[in-house]
């Protein structure tokens, strides 16, 4: 269960104004090696340094990240940093960087400027590399974080294996028009996977889905535990759950304990009706409760304050239709705004923006904004009931939620799009440039559209 932890250089260097900055070097390699899921189930992944997940990379607010990526895969690469505001230029899709050939490298180099559970992936020929096994997680610590007993990050994946001991072939229109999930549900890249808490300890867990498709209702049999984070860090105060929806993309902080001594029971994605796919209960890992050990978490009442950007009746400034239509090409195409791979409008840094995203297809896509977080102000017209941070949330069908965000100096080419890989792949993207005030859109540079 425990992830490997990458070895990381960590320089401080002396600026001229005194201050240091302290840089983490990582060097990922793009490479095939073979990956143990579990009791006769291995494959040859496509992974970061041989392992899936990639390695953990951790770092503090404030440090300069600079990740040395080396492509050795038989075909072309590039990484997607999700959720870190990052210059446009670092943010890995192919509107801003020509993907990475086999044989060739790319530094990417940014500072991380916020706290959280964040997470790397491969933006390119997604469907397969990411099914591959292209991803990792990034832990980004803030200087007053709540005290627990152990920490854990938990990517949560789904694979489907061919007979033959590889990975089954993309089997077409209804995988394209669902989504595909997996037979194999896998925690840090293994099926079968167990974890044990000493009874009386609390817990931190970071929880990524990194699925193409599967949404998961996450349950614990009932056991409650306490909602700390959002993809966009942490929470006003922690929120007693015992389930929780994380769909893929997201990401979940929790504080798990203390049990009593003995119990065992499962992880779990509970049955989640999202209009297409199944709906039946996984099990992703079995927990046990070991032997008593000391405790010295304190998770406070108040984690942080987050201000709102506006109120809950604000006008939207701009509206984004997630759409399908049937396709004689290709079964069913996926849209923004009635296009597939749409260009929307420039947004204007400092304009704030609140955006009205509507679903009228008929089934769960899960928006994901790149680049900048977002506050859910409503959804159908009722106010969002916690305040939080986000870059990926869900939008059920025929309903629609409000979102509002505060372009930053940090102009460039963006998207957003459906995390459902293959609905992404089949269109439901859009482009927009982030430009300066009084620069012209048509200064940045030519949005492509995305290959996939
Ligand atoms: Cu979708």
Known sequence: METTHVHAHHNDREMADHSSINEVVIDLEAREAPWEIGEGKRVTGWTYNGQVPGPTIEAKVGDTLVVRLKNSLPEATTIHWHGVRLPAAMDGTQVVQRAVAPGESFEYRFTVLDAGTFWYHSHTNETVQMERGLYGALVV???DEPVVDAERVLMLDDVTLGSRGDFAKFSGVMQRHNGREGDVCVVNGHADSEVTIAAGQVERWRIVNAASARYVLLSFGGRPFRVIGTSGGLLEAPITMSEVLIVPGDRVDIVIGPFDEGPTFPMQALAYNRHAGRRHLERFATVHVGAARPSLANIPRRLRTIDALVP??????????????????????????????????????????????????????????????????????????????????????????VIAWMPDDRPGNWMYHCHILEHHAAGMMANFAVVRPGDDASMVPAVGHCHV
């Open 141 to 143: 610590r803030g200087a």
């Open 312 to 401: 809950s009746d604000a006008t939207p400034t701009r509206r984004v239709r997630m759409g399908e239509r049937l396709s004689l090409r290709n079964g069913m195409d996926f849209l923004i705004n009635d296009e597939v791979h749409h260009n929307d409008k420039p947004v204007t840094v400092g304009e704030l923006q609140v955006w009205e995203i509507a679903n009228t297809s008929h089934m769960d896509h899960p928006f994901h904004l790149h680049g900048f977080f977002f506050q859910v102000i409503s959804e159908n017209g009722v106010a969002t009931a916690h305040r939080a941070w986000k870059d990926t949330i869900n939008v059920p069908p025929k309903s629609s939620i």
